[in-house]
């Protein structure tokens, strides 16, 4: 899942990432698996708390795609 290659490249957990952003792991888990779409304002504090941009984030799941 791509949502995990981005959490371990940050060094962080889904129980990190859930303080973090104030969503539940379970719904993180969904996220990560692809069953669930988050909606834009889950999508900006996933970014906000991994130091990306939102503008950048499909530019950036599509090159960890590609590797």
């Not at 941009?53 to 950036?60: A, D, E, G, T």
């Amino acid at each position: 899942p791509v949502g995990g290659i981005m959490l371990k490249s940050k060094n962080m957990t889904q129980k990190q990432l859930s303080k973090m952003t104030g969503i539940s792991q379970g719904k993180l888990s969904k996220i990560e698996n692809g069953e669930a779409n988050p909606t834009l304002k889950v999508m900006s504090k996933i970014a906000n708390a991994l130091g990306m941009n939102i503008s950048l984030v499909p530019k950036q799941v599509q090159m960890l795609q590609i590797r």
